[in-house]
């Protein structure tokens, strides 16, 4: 039992997260909002050390501040606040949580899938150079109008989804630079540019 601290009220989690910049190549984002426990947040460091090991690094953008009272069993209405039971983070929708650099593709896609069963949030995987905020993309074709696509060609088609409607709209029109894909339905497509 903790009396020093001051206990906060749970509140809502309302609106988004504007994300500036990454500092590392990978982000992992969450698209949903929510309550991260400290048990979580030593789970989600101890997946991401077993799978990056000595090879690259990472950042943590996440702290558990905020203080979650519980009242114990059978006890009486009234007489005030109860005790402190756990320390959360509270995660706006769009937040960025990590950042990892100098790993391969595949082992970031293995530690985002991980991640979301463990933190019960739906994650996103980021590239430094994406800053436009479009989730998902339509492609139509490209600009030279080949039928082959290859690494840094420019693209054209719609924006499908947003996780932050900072540039663009939905069905909005736009120009991509490839970058990487792992196949050719599932096209990664970064530096966006109207």
Not at 21 to 39: A, M, R, V
Not at 94 to 101: Q, T
Not at 125 to 153: E, H, P, R
Request: with cysteine.
């Amino acid at each position: 039992m903790i009396n020093n601290i001051k206990k906060t009220q749970r509140g809502k989690i309302k609106g988004n997260f504007n994300l500036k910049f990454l500092k590392l190549y990978w982000g992992i984002i969450s698209l949903t909002s929510g309550y991260l426990t400290n048990k979580q947040f030593e789970t989600s460091k101890f997946i991401i050390n077993k799978y990056i090991k000595k090879i690259g690094y990472y950042n943590i953008y996440i702290q558990c501040i905020k203080s979650m009272t519980k009242k114990s069993l059978k006890t009486r209405m009234g007489a005030g606040k109860g005790p402190i039971e756990l320390y959360v983070c509270k995660i706006k929708k769009g937040k960025l949580l990590f950042e990892i650099s100098e790993v391969s593709v595949d082992i970031i896609y293995k530690i985002t899938k991980i991640l979301s069963y463990k933190l019960n949030l739906k994650l996103h995987i980021l590239d430094v150079l994406d800053n436009s905020g479009i989730l998902k993309f339509k492609y139509i074709n490209a600009l030279n109008k080949s039928k082959t696509i290859k690494y840094g060609d420019i693209l054209i088609g719609i924006v499908y989804k947003l996780y932050n409607n900072n540039l663009y709209k939905k069905s909005d029109k736009c120009k991509g630079i490839l970058v990487q894909y792992k196949h050719f339905i599932n096209l990664k497509i970064v530096l966006f540019f109207p």
